[in-house]
């Protein structure tokens, strides 16, 4: 993770974190434990509870643990003790925060108002969280400032469209066991998470049909050659579907009821509500758990069977390994980045984007340690630029 190597020593020298506390809701992995070194080598205290307990390794929270990180997660741990561990997090009195999926900015303003004035603001790692702090923003009930890190445009080349792309037919491919060359794939949304999806799937050479309900990115999946269809009319077409929209829902009874016998479902948006597996449940006369690793085939009335994969949760992460760590290194590089510009900067309460100049300071830095070179403006070119009076 060379990123977040660079920005460890960096923050060594100048400390910018010195006598704060950062709590954060991450994935405990081994990416995490990087990003968390950096903070602490910055001078922060920092706490860590987990955004999702399927994807915690408890061997990593232990060495966290012994290297001064406060970890408070559980592999496996259910609803009420994940909450109590977000909530555990919180009693550090936190100056900074880093987020993903905005559970642990919400319970902050739910449940410890007192500790909202002493919040100087923090970080939202994925879209769904940041479409969560918007609402929240919207409603005036965002106390605080919050950058919407898992959102700039470096984040969403390098991790969404490229990382999370190749993570989800990873996932998919070791739980399904499928030649995915000649399958019908339809993949729901077509932001960058969809698009790096569809595109890694058509390299296997899948038939890839996109479903959209924003005229724009349809369009543009359109013109890069996908098929285009409601998704009421793909139903019936896919083998495989994948949905990646951030909204809840998106495969149901209706969508169940169309599909071929034998179809089988992912989910690789962050929140497991993009299919809805309890009307899966309810329709089915059989389920067959395990046949193979984390893939239960659910027998209809009808005879149908359709294949689920990872219980409708982010199918990257529970059934492969995330994102590869060069991917994690510039999404965290990034917050590492924002967290440390935010810790001397003076934001009003909001979703805030992350200042362009970090995030190419991050590509700057990515392209060098990559030993990547790349051309700069001439003085001509420079003067070109920024003058309105030269035309052609
Ligand atoms: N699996 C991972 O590791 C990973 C990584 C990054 C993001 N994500 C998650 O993936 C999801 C998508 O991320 P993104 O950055 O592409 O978000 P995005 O908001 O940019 O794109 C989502 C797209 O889905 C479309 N959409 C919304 N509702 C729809 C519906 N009912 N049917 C069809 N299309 C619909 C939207 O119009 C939009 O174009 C989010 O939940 C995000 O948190 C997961």
């Given amino acids: 993770m060379p990123l977040l190597t660079v920005l460890r020593d960096r923050f060594e020298s100048e400390r910018p974190f010195d006598g704060m506390v950062i709590a954060a809701c991450l994935h405990v992995t081994p990416e995490t434990a990087v990003l968390a070194g950096a903070l602490r080598a910055g001078g922060a ?20 643990d012994d290297s ?21 997090a919180l009693d550090s009195h936190p100056d900074l925060v880093v987020d993903d999926g905005g559970d642990l900015v919400s319970t902050l303003h739910e449940s410890r108002p007192d500790l909202v004035a002493q919040v100087r603001g923090g970080c939202e790692s994925t879209a769904s969280g940041v479409l969560r702090l918007r609402r929240m923003a919207a409603e005036a009930a965002l106390a605080f400032p919050m950058l919407a890190a898992g959102d700039t445009p470096v984040t969403r080349i390098v991790g ?8 989800v037919i990873d996932g998919i491919l070791r739980s399904a ?12 949304g077509y932001g960058p998470t ?6 890694c799937a058509r390299g296997l050479g899948a038939i890839v049909i996109v479903t959209e309900v924003d005229p724009v990115r349809a369009l543009d999946a359109r013109l890069r050659g996908f098929r285009v269809l409601p998704l009421e009319s793909a139903a019936a077409a896919g083998d495989l579907f994948i949905t990646a929209t951030g909204s ?14 034998g179809a089988i479902l992912a989910n690789a948006g962050h929140f497991d509500v993009e299919i809805d597996v309890r009307a899966l449940a309810s329709k089915a006369v059989t389920i067959e758990p395990s046949v193979r690793p984390n893939a239960d085939s659910y ?10 994969l990872a219980d409708g949760r982010v199918v990257n992460l529970v059934a492969a390994e995330g994102n590869p760590p060069e991917v994690m290194d510039v999404a965290f590089g990034i917050e590492a980045l924002a967290l440390g510009w935010l810790a001397g900067a003076n934001l009003p309460p909001g979703v805030h984007e992350v200042p362009a100049e970090l995030d190419a300071e991050a590509a700057r830095l990515v392209l060098a340690a990559t030993g990547t070179q790349i051309d700069s403006l001439t003085p001509e070119q420079l003067a070109y630029r920024d003058s309105w009076r030269v035309g052609s």
Avoid at 45 to 64: E, F, I, K, M
Avoid at 177 to 188: D, E, P, W
Avoid at 194 to 199: D, K, L, P, R, S
Wanted: no cysteine.
């Fill in 299 to 308: 027998e209809l009335s009808d005879g149908r069977r359709l294949t689920l």
């Fill in 68 to 88: 001064g990180v406060e970890v408070r997660a559980q592999a496996g741990a259910d609803r009420d003790t994940s909450s109590a561990h977000i909530a555990a």
């Fill in 45 to 64: 205290r920092v706490v860590l509870a987990a955004s999702n307990p399927l994807s915690t390794q408890d061997d990593v929270a232990a060495a966290l």
């Fill in 160 to 167: 969404n469209a490229r990382g999370t792309g190749q993570a």
């Fill in 248 to 261: 809840t829902s998106v495969l149901g009874e209706a969508e169940f009821a169309a599909m071929r016998d």
């Fill in 177 to 188: 066991g499928i030649l995915l060359a000649g399958k019908t794939v339809v993949v729901s």
């Fill in 194 to 199: 969809g698009e790096g999806i569809a595109e």
